[in-house]
């Protein structure tokens, strides 16, 4: 394990040790044009690693954005955490670039530390504050981690760090949830997920906040905009703008990406791997029929 210091700029002179699971490369990879995730929250136990390396181990593109809170800066200042798979993440990011992915790296608030170095190049990565990808099919959208639009963030910063102890106390009892549904052979379930839904307040919020980043994005006379931070996979119109928000990989466990043709789709692997395990079960038993 190695030891950054979060609260120093020193932290982009970590450079991930060899992986402690090694990459697969025995399975084909599903390719896209580009992928965007974000939210993954690294240095905190909420933080869904493990399902990251299994969707980064089976899946490619051309580009590769990272779209904020890719490091939680704010948890690992109150205490340090860093578990293996946590550097088999930051690995198979950096060799992604090695190999020729054209990586941009845009911080969001809770990893705030690395836009001071906005505009510049580490390890293959470009850190930019925000950037415009054109797609295949010719459209201009904005890339933005999307804190800029939060007023809780920005306006009142205590309250929103009370807000991430909640959260923080959410994801505890999330990961309770998930390893009892795992003993008993059940798919992931987002508890956290589940209950944003049905509080109106936060049904509310996330609307609210679409509806600002999306007006923001038109205003700049781009066709769409791709964001993160509310931790809330969506694709939708507003207004004649193409809102994306790719999720993140604490709860939701989703990512955008983008097919040659330029059409736009939402990953869900917690789907994607209940699938892929149905799928095997199924040929299992099949097999041992015929034998």
């Known amino acids: 394990m190695t030891v950054i210091d979060a609260s120093s700029a020193d932290v982009l002179a970590f450079l991930p040790q060899r992986p402690s699971v090694v990459e697969r490369g025995d399975i084909p990879r599903r390719r896209f044009r580009t992928i965007w995730i974000s939210d993954v929250h690294l240095g905190t136990r909420g933080c869904n690693a493990d399902m990251l390396i299994d969707f980064l181990d089976h899946v490619d593109s051309e580009q590769l954005y990272l779209v904020g809170d890719m490091i939680d800066g704010w948890r690992l200042k109150k205490k340090f955490y860093w578990p293996a798979a946590h550097n088999d993440v930051v690995w198979r990011l950096m060799k992604r670039a090695k190999r020729g992915t054209r990586v941009t790296y845009i911080p969001g608030n809770h990893d705030e530390v690395f836009r001071q170095f906005a505009g510049l190049d580490f390890g293959g990565v470009r850190i930019r504050r925000k950037a415009i990808h054109t797609t295949a099919d010719g459209r201009r959208l904005l890339v933005l981690h999307g804190d800029e639009f939060d007023a809780i963030t920005l ?6 760090k009370i807000g991430d102890s909640a959260y923080t106390a959410l994801m505890v009892l999330n990961r309770w949830v998930n390893a009892a549904r795992r003993r008993l052979g059940m798919p992931y379930w ?4 589940h209950a944003k839904a049905k509080v109106k307040n936060a049904v509310a919020f996330i609307s609210r ?3 600002v980043v999306a007006h923001a994005a038109g205003s700049r006379g781009v066709d769409g905009v791709v964001c993160g931070h509310i931790h809330t996979a969506e694709i939708r119109d507003i207004n004649g703008v193409a809102y994306y928000n790719d999720g993140d990989w604490v ?3 989703t990512a955008l990406v983008e097919h040659f043709d ?3 789709e939402l990953l869900l692997w917690g789907d994607e791997i209940a699938a892929r395990v149905a799928a095997d079960r199924a040929a299992q038993r099949a097999g041992s029929i015929a034998a």
């Open 155 to 160: 306006a009142h910063r205590w309250l929103s």
């Open 209 to 211: 906040f679409e509806e």
């Open 262 to 264: 330029g059409r736009m």
């Open 251 to 253: 709860e939701g466990c």
């Open 190 to 193: 987002s508890l956290s997920k």
